[in-house]
């Protein structure tokens, strides 16, 4: 009696530990929100003097509107007025136009997550697991960086590697 007990504890021990996964299994977290495209409000501020303020013109930006991209440029250290229309500077125009010489793809992340999708299935021969994993991480297991041992590499063919840690003496 006490034997079958002790393995229905350890049966539902095990169940219970599986849990959701919704964090780290990517093929159930479908229904959340992109979280790259929530952009905060600016606070609002009250200025100096209200006679000094522009006219509302209706459908153009205001003071509170997001400018992930100026913001970024101004966090960089750059100069946000220095973009253009299209959000990118005059001196990377160039690169910009290199990098799209090809063309490109509207629905870019639509393509990558079919892509990725049928890859996985590719590589999961025996989707089976009695504990629940991170499928993603035991795909892409093989394509992943070990940065100590790529460290190493370069070091050894005379890189230098001056953000890394200095070397064992």
Not at 29 to 54: D, M
Not at 103 to 132: C, H, P, T, Y
């Amino acid at each position: 009696m006490f034997g079958r007990c002790m393995i229905f504890m350890a049966g539902m021990t095990l169940l219970m530990s599986c849990g959701d996964g919704r964090l780290r299994d990517v093929s159930t977290n479908r229904s959340t929100p992109e979280e790259f495209a929530i952009v905060p409000a600016k606070p609002l501020q009250t200025p100096p003097n209200f006679s000094e303020l522009p006219a509302p013109t209706p459908g153009a930006a205001n003071r509170t509107d997001p400018s992930p991209l100026g913001d970024a440029v101004a966090a960089l250290g750059g100069n946000p007025a220095a973009l253009n229309d299209t959000g990118v500077s005059a001196a990377d125009a160039a690169l910009l136009g290199t990098t799209q010489r090809f063309g490109v793809s509207a629905g870019i992340r639509g393509d990558l997550a079919q892509e990725d999708e049928a890859f996985r299935k590719r590589q999961a021969l025996f989707n089976w697991r009695l504990v629940k994993d991170n499928e993603y991480n035991r795909v892409y297991q093989g394509q992943r960086l070990d940065a100590g041992a790529e460290m190493e590499r370069l070091r050894a063919r005379g890189v230098r590697t001056p953000s890394a840690p200095p070397e064992a003496q």
